[in-house]
């Protein structure tokens, strides 16, 4: 027990180490950004929200007294990357892996580059796989012993990944076959119970809409203050205290989250979804990495094919939604998170425990050189990616936000699309550091019609990587050719 208790440790306490030594400290770019910003001034992401982020952020970036509040963030990001390790070490072992190949195999998968370098930066995507490994975890648990209180602990952990993250929905499929292969009829009591707890989560959704009204009624959006400007970024997106505005955040239906959702359930297109997966899969773990991990799902299928099916769908039934959003979604690899997870499944079951313990001797001797192969492999990923610690000395967006800062004035309007606006928006909210301008995202050729009216009420200025046209006004550019972004006046 004490050595179980020790190899678990381990697949937490290692990648949690290397995760929390590469997370940077300074504000990002893009949805990073965002989401380093957003849960420090309780204010509303891009759609869907993410409540359940927000209001754990808001809670870590105001509690924890370490490091700068991007810092913060990211470090709750590496330890929910950190925990979903642990539980790929607690589900491989409870399938009947040899512990410290399920450590291997948790380690393999947590210093992928994928996986690390996502766990060091502030995404939802983190917590969605935690939470998505722990709903797994209890499903699992259930089908093996058949506890209904198993039940109540995978609908919290499935109904906090729906309030986090609707990707969650894509769990649902394979629980139900980790739970209806238990053979056992539920009783009303249960069923109603596990509704309960999930509808119980889902109500975190009431944040969007009740914030909302708050920002607007106190002011404490900016951009309120532009004429045309109905709730700003950052602070109040969509608006969601109206109901047009609160169907727009949760259906991401500004995203074509609808033709998305068709696109992956068209069959014939799975073929086109597996590709893409392997370009990111076959980098990740390394084409050894893949053939392991397919002959110990085969393994665990040979030993139990319902717990092996179950968690193979729960797992891994999101990967074409991800890809059919590829058109609109910048980095698809951050929604592979779990069924990486589930490669890792695989690997810690691809030498049977039995061969390692009890075999023949020439079973045992070919099973712990192939163990120590594995173990070499890990190594050589773990020294291949060393790289990705040089990420805490990564200045991020400092440089951007010092040249807007240099070439505008305090109280400012300044228009930067999204990658730069968030870094931005975090400078002026959050560090407070840009005195009182106003940060709009926006691409500023789109939006040029709401100028004249904002020249009435403050200066407007542009930040952009080429020169922007404005019809029917001038533009003057005011940073140095030198600077890391274009910042352009606009004049009438």
Do not use: K
Not at 163 to 173: D, F, G, M, S, T
Not at 313 to 331: L, S, Y
Not at 434 to 444: E, G, M
Not at 453 to 476: I, K, N, S
């Amino acid at each position: 027990m004490l050595v179980l208790r020790l190899l678990g440790g381990l697949a937490f306490l290692v990648p949690l180490a290397l995760y929390l030594a590469s997370a940077g400290g300074y504000p990002a770019f893009w949805d990073t950004g965002e989401l380093q910003t957003v849960p420090y001034i309780l204010g509303i992401a891009h759609p869907t929200g993410f409540p359940l982020f927000t209001l754990a952020g808001w809670l870590v970036s105001h509690a924890v007294p370490l490091g700068s509040v991007a810092w913060r963030i990211n470090a709750m990001c590496a330890l929910a990357a950190a925990g979903a390790a642990w539980m790929l070490w607690r589900v491989a072992v409870r399938v009947g892996a040899f512990p410290p190949l399920a450590l291997l195999a948790a380690w393999w998968f947590a210093f992928g580059e994928v996986v690390w370098t996502r766990a060091t930066r502030a995404d939802v995507h983190d917590l969605a796989l935690l939470l998505g490994a722990l709903a797994i975890g209890c499903a699992l648990e259930y089908h093996l012993e058949g506890d209904p209180r198993l039940l109540r602990w995978c609908a919290l952990w499935l109904g906090l990944g729906l309030a986090n993250h609707p990707v969650a929905l894509w769990l649902v499929p394979g629980l139900a076959i980790l739970v209806l292969a238990r053979g056992r009829a539920l009783s009303v009591r249960t069923l109603a119970t596990c509704a309960a707890i999930v509808a119980a989560a889902l109500m975190l959704y009431a944040y969007l809409p009740l914030r909302s009204a708050v920002v607007a009624a106190a002011g404490l959006d900016p951009a309120r203050l532009l004429p045309g400007m109905d709730g700003g970024f950052l602070w109040d997106y969509n608006h969601p205290s109206t109901w047009h505005g609160f169907l727009a955040e949760v259906s991401g239906s500004q995203f074509g989250a609808g033709s998305t959702l068709a696109a992956a359930l068209d069959l014939g297109s799975y073929p086109t979804y597996v590709t893409h997966w392997l370009r990111e899969g076959v980098p990740e773990f390394g084409l050894f990495g893949i053939v392991a991990s397919l002959i110990g799902l085969v393994v665990l299928a040979l030993r139990d094919w319902r717990a092996a099916l179950g968690l193979s769908v729960a797992a891994c039934a999101a990967v074409p939604f991800a890809v059919a959003f590829r058109d609109v979604e910048g980095d698809v690899a951050r929604y592979f998170l779990l069924s990486f997870w589930m490669v890792g499944v695989g690997i810690a079951c691809w030498l049977p425990a039995a061969w390692l313990t009890r075999g023949a001797v020439i079973e045992r001797a070919s099973a712990w050189l192939a163990l120590f192969c594995t173990a070499l492999f890990v190594g050589r990923m773990l020294h291949g990616n060393l790289a990705i610690l040089q990420q805490r000395d990564d200045r991020g967006a400092r440089s951007v936000i010092d040249a807007v800062r240099a070439a505008t004035p305090s109280g400012a309007v300044v228009v930067a699309p999204w990658l730069d606006a968030t870094a931005l928006g975090y400078a002026a909210y959050v560090e407070r550091s840009l005195d009182h301008r106003i940060i709009v995202s926006a691409w500023p050729d789109d939006i040029a019609a709401e100028y004249p009216a904002w020249m009435h009420l403050r200066p407007v200025y542009l930040a952009v990587g080429r020169e922007p046209r404005v019809p029917g006004l001038r533009v003057r550019r005011v940073s140095p050719r030198y600077a890391p972004i274009g910042v352009y006046e606009v004049l009438p």
